[in-house]
């Protein structure tokens, strides 16, 4: 496929992209060296396009790092797209704002980049698919985009029900 995005996605690669992500802005904050944003963009740009296939930290994550971390962990691939294109539109945001000669405003969006990525890569919680999720339940993304997604969030919903009529049934 000459332009897609893997599905599923191995969450161990999609939390090395994060940490990589995290040390580069790490470290294009503590250097001053703004113009870096660029090629942080231009690899979310990779990745949103084609995956991991042409982006380097795409490449290294999924084909040196994350198979020396265990059996895959397969999660969902159109969430994690959606949060790589909300990460690349942070980081051209902070590039155009040090590039305008805004460099309060690049280092703010720098640090919204790192604290997503640092919750990815440390957590495992991706802000991304959170707002995926939440555009999904409210009906802004159909269903036909993630089926798996909404077949977990059923699981999920049908859990919770069976939860609550539990402690109900304990309670009676």
């Known amino acids: 496929?000459?332009?897609?995005?893997?599905?599923?996605?191995?969450?161990?690669?999609?939390?090395?992209?994060?940490?990589?992500?995290?040390?580069?802005?790490?470290?294009?904050?503590?250097?001053?060296?703004?113009?870096?944003?660029?090629?942080?963009?231009?690899?979310?740009?990779?990745?949103?396009?084609?995956g991991p296939r042409f982006s380097p930290f795409g490449l290294l994550a999924t084909r040196v790092i994350a198979p020396r971390l265990g059996p895959p962990r397969l999660v969902p691939g159109p969430p994690k797209r959606f949060a790589q294109a909300i990460g690349l539109a942070v980081t051209l945001a902070a590039a155009l704002a040090w590039s305008l000669g805004a460099p309060v405003a690049a280092a703010v969006l720098t640090?919204?980049?790192?604290?997503?990525?640092?919750?990815?890569?440390?957590?495992?919680?991706?802000?991304?698919?959170?707002?995926?999720?939440?555009?999904?339940?409210?009906?802004?993304?159909?269903?036909?985009?993630?089926?798996a997604c909404d077949d977990v969030s059923g699981r999920l919903r049908a859990r919770s029900a069976a939860l609550r009529a539990a402690r109900e049934a304990e309670a009676a």
């Open 111 to 147: 640090g919204v980049l790192m604290l997503a990525a640092s919750l990815e890569a440390v957590l495992g919680l991706c802000l991304g698919c959170r707002i995926f999720a939440g555009l999904m339940r409210v009906g802004l993304v159909p269903t036909s985009v993630c089926e």
């Open 1 to 50: 496929m000459a332009f897609g995005f893997p599905n599923p996605v191995n969450e161990l690669a999609a939390r090395t992209v994060a940490a990589l992500v995290l040390v580069s802005a790490v470290a294009i904050l503590v250097t001053d060296a703004g113009w870096a944003l660029w090629a942080l963009a231009a690899g979310f740009a990779l990745r949103v396009g084609w």
